[in-house]
């Protein structure tokens, strides 16, 4: 039975991990080996320098190419990489410190109406982004916030917002109240209560939530073509912007670019990856 388990654990991840092998062999290849006809796994790495001696460095060709700017372009993929970093950790945790707090409110506090606004407040989701496009661009425009990072970081942390308030709900709803009972009548103020109690206690929703929102924002590309054009441009439109190569599509740099960008996100989710587990599973406190 044990053998059984690790062979179907060894297959899935085998076939999950096939694309990203690929693209690693890719990144990896020159241009005429990446769109041979006949596929090649491995990269030629034999160069014949003369007819007496054989070279065998390693070919690099995609990377190399992400550290020159292409062509229509002043800056190279690492500058796009950091505009994405800095747009999605931000508003990842503006998100996520906004709606843990909103969840707060709505979790504890009864007010007229809250069910309703909760519905308001996932109603947000309901209209496709690019419905609002049009009005966000004139606004930003109004306010000069286009080609900036904190227009995007704005407007992700609205999108988000939503979802981060309705996932931490869950989460602090199940918290016992009486924790709080307790240090309220002890002299705790509400803040204090909220700092000392329930955010260490939810932190489990908050990574789970974290990583939902900054999947959200590092792949979004609508906004992020429509707002920007010179500065603060994020990878998903550095991408798009490789297909216009005069020389063809350089699918090496498509390559050596995707891993790079990919490789953020695979390691915030693996240091949060024992909450992000007990998160989906059974939720911040088993009662």
Same mark, same amino acid.
């Given at each position: $039975?044990?053998?059984? #388990?690790?062979?179907v ?8 991990? +096939?694309?990203? $092998?690929?693209l ?11 769109i ?29 190419q ?8 002043t800056q ?16 990842? +945790?503006?998100?996520v ?9 709505f979790? =504890? ?9 909760l ?16 009005p966000?661009l004139?606004m930003? =425009? ?21 979802l981060?308030?309705?996932? $931490? ?22 803040l ?32 992020? +073509?429509?707002?920007?054009?010179? =500065?603060?441009?994020?990878?998903p ?9 005069i ?14 960008f ?10 949060? #990856?024992?909450?992000?587990? =007990? ?7 088993k009662?």
């Amino acid at each position: $039975m044990k053998l059984l #388990r690790w062979a179907v654990i060894i297959t899935y991840f085998s076939l999950a991990f +096939l694309p990203l $092998m690929w693209l690693a062999s890719t990144s990896l290849k020159n241009r005429s080996d990446a769109i041979n006809t006949t596929p090649k796994v491995l990269p030629s790495f034999a160069t014949q320098t003369d007819k007496n001696s054989m070279q065998f460095p390693l070919t690099t060709d995609g990377y190399s190419q992400l550290a020159a700017p292409h062509a229509g372009v002043t800056q190279s993929f690492f500058s796009y990489l950091w505009n994405s970093l800095i747009i999605g950790l931000l508003s990842t +945790l503006a998100a996520v410190t906004l709606g843990t707090a909103c969840a707060y409110g709505f979790s =504890r506090f009864q007010f007229a109406g809250s069910k309703d606004w909760l519905f308001f407040i996932l109603s947000t989701r309901f209209l496709p982004p690019l419905a609002v496009v049009v009005p966000i661009l004139m606004m930003y =425009r109004q306010f000069d916030l286009q080609n900036t990072h904190l227009g995007l970081i704005l407007l992700y942390t609205s999108f988000n917002l939503s979802l981060a308030v309705w996932l $931490m709900k869950g989460f602090i709803d199940e918290i016992p109240k009486a924790y709080e009972e307790a240090a309220l009548v002890d002299g705790y103020s509400r803040l204090h209560v909220f700092w000392t109690i329930i955010v260490p206690r939810a932190r489990t929703g908050m990574a789970v939530t974290a990583v939902f929102c900054l999947i959200s924002a590092w792949n979004e590309y609508a906004f992020a +073509l429509t707002l920007n054009n010179t =500065r603060a441009v994020t990878v998903p439109v550095y991408f798009a912007g490789l297909q216009g190569n005069i020389q063809g599509v350089p699918w090496p740099q498509i390559a050596a670019g995707v891993i790079l960008f990919v490789v953020p996100i695979v390691v915030f989710t693996v240091l949060v #990856r024992k909450h992000l587990l =007990r998160g989906v599973t059974f939720g911040t406190i088993k009662q």
